[in-house]
T-cell receptor
Framework: AQKVTQAQTEISVVEKEDVTLDCVYETRDTTYYLFWYKQPPSGELVFLIRRNSFDEQNEISGRYSWNFQKSTSSFNFTITASQVVDSAVYFC?????????????FGTGTRLKVLA | DTGVSQNPRHKITKRGQNVTFRCDPI?????LYWYRQTLGQGPEFLTYFQNEAQLEKSRLLSDRFSAERPKGSFSTLEIQRTEQGDSAMYLC????????????FGPGTRLTVT
């Protein structure tokens, strides 16, 4: 069955530290997409990245980077030199081709607290 | 492109009352999703529309919940006889028929049942 696991419930770091948020997924599909979203206290979901199952290249965007490894079914997210504004809940999500609807399956989220 | 809008943004209601939420998708998006997010959890899929047809409903969608999308434009989600367990953020998302994996989320409606 499809599933997304974010084992880290909450992480606290001091500003300027690097932090990695883990995401492990389960799927039988060969075609799927993985996502990361940020949810600040306002509640809105902010899209960060989308990655398809055929592209294992790591991606860097400013202080953000993502490591996708199909061999371990992981899609981890690293924030370099964290800032207080990075404090939020981060969700990893999976969308499968065979679902027909392409609905998203979300993990339970990791709350990141960046302390000044 | 004004994005997905949801109204109201916040709703406080007493147990047993009925509530209705509205979602206006991006104009050219004919696919629409509803998700529910309870405290400390990730959003969970509730239902999916393709145009006006409701093609999938989650087991989470009890018989007190009903969703509609008349004319394939805006959608409404109604909860009858609300219970405290219905307190959650209700999120709407839409996508175009060609961008299969790209959903655009609205700001959500936060429901509190007292």
């Amino acid at each position: 069955a499809q599933k997304v696991t974010q084992a880290q419930t909450e992480i606290s770091v001091v500003e300027k530290e690097d932090v990695t948020l883990d995401c492990v997924y389960e799927t039988r599909d060969t075609t799927y997409y993985l996502f990361w979203y940020k949810q600040p206290p306002s509640g809105e979901l902010v899209f960060l990245i989308r990655r398809n199952s055929f592209d294992e290249q790591n991606e860097i965007s400013g202080r953000y980077s993502w490591n996708f490894q199909k061999s371990t079914s992981s899609f981890n997210f690293t924030i370099t030199a964290s800032q207080v504004v990075d404090s939020a809940v981060y969700f990893c999500a999976l969308s499968e081709e065979t679902s027909g609807t392409y609905k998203y399956i979300f993990g339970t989220g990791t709350r990141l607290k960046v302390l000044a | 492109d004004t994005g997905v809008s949801q109204n109201p943004r916040h709703k406080i209601t007493k147990r047993g009352q009925n509530v209705t939420f509205r979602c206006d998708p991006i104009s050219e998006h004919n696919r629409l999703y509803w998700y529910r997010q309870t405290l400390g959890q990730g959003p969970e899929f509730l239902t999916y529309f393709q145009n006006e047809a409701q093609l999938e409903k989650s087991r989470l969608l009890s018989d007190r919940f009903s969703a509609e999308r008349p004319k394939g434009s805006f959608s409404t989600l109604e909860i009858q006889r609300t219970e405290q367990g219905d307190s959650a953020m209700y999120l709407c998302a839409s996508r175009s028929p060609t961008a299969l994996y790209e959903q655009y989320f609205g700001p959500g409606t936060r429901l509190t049942v007292t």
